[in-house]
Each structure stands twice: as structure tokens, then as C-alpha cells.
């Protein structure tokens, strides 16, 4: 099992910046974040949860909804099991709830097996 914990959310003015954290876990064998592709999700109110970003094992693929393209970085530190979304330029439609994801395969982040419970953002002046 992998248990994966959101951090970082809150409110902010139109234009601001926020570093989400996702500090991933595991029982039984040690977990090594580097087997695992990871991505960060949204779901806005009164919308569907959609995908945001996520990055493969390597970091060497990663996708950005055109929502977010040249505003969010995803990020990972596979030695500490840790994945970051910084957040930049944000606007009232990015808040939300923000969870991260992972899951085994690359093909299958866009319905991952692991999520977290996820952090509230949100964008308001």
C-alpha cells in the first residue's frame, strides 16, 4: 500500500504563488517513489476532477493540461519520496481541491491506484 499526503494549500490573491507537497509513504517493503509514475489532480466546485500534470518514473516525460501549461511545474525528489506542484500566476479557476496520485504504470496515471486526500487551494482577492 502507499498512502500519499497533501500539504501546502491555502488562500491566495489572483496572480500568487503556491508549492504543493506530496510526501508518499508505504507499509510492508520500503517504498521508492522512483517505481512510481505520480501526477496531481483537481477538482474545482461543482466540476469533475481533472488532471493537472504528471511526470513518469524518470521525470523524463511529463504532461500539463493547457489550463495550467507555463504556470505549474511538477516536480519530484524520488530520495526523499516527495513530489511538488509549484503553483504560479494562479487564478480564481485554479482553486479547488488539489490531490496527488501515483501508480505503477505510466499508461495508467490517468486513473492512478493511490491518492491522496488532497489540500484545498484557493484563488481570491
Known amino acids: 500500500q502507499v498512502q500519499l499526503v497533501e500539504s501546502g494549500g491555502g488562500l491566495v490573491q489572483p496572480g500568487g504563488s503556491l508549492r504543493l507537497s506530496c510526501a508518499a509513504s508505504g507499509s510492508g517493503l520500503q517504498l521508492s517513489l522512483q517505481h512510481y509514475a505520480v501526477a496531481w489532480f483537481r477538482q474545482a466546485p461543482g466540476k469533475e476532477r481533472e488532471g493537472i500534470s504528471c511526470n513518469s518514473m524518470s521525470g523524463g516525460d511529463t504532461y500539463y493540461a493547457d489550463s495550467v501549461k507555463g504556470r505549474f511545474t511538477i516536480s519530484r525528489d524520488n530520495a526523499e519520496n516527495m513530489v511538488y506542484l509549484q503553483m504560479n500566476s494562479l487564478k480564481p479557476e485554479d482553486t479547488g481541491v488539489y490531490y496527488c496520485?501515483?501508480?505503477?504504470?505510466?499508461?495508467?496515471?490517468?486513473?492512478?491506484?493511490?491518492w491522496g486526500r488532497g489540500t484545498q487551494v484557493a484563488v481570491s482577492s
Open positions: 496520485a501515483a501508480d505503477l504504470g505510466y499508461s495508467r496515471i490517468k486513473s492512478p491506484q493511490y
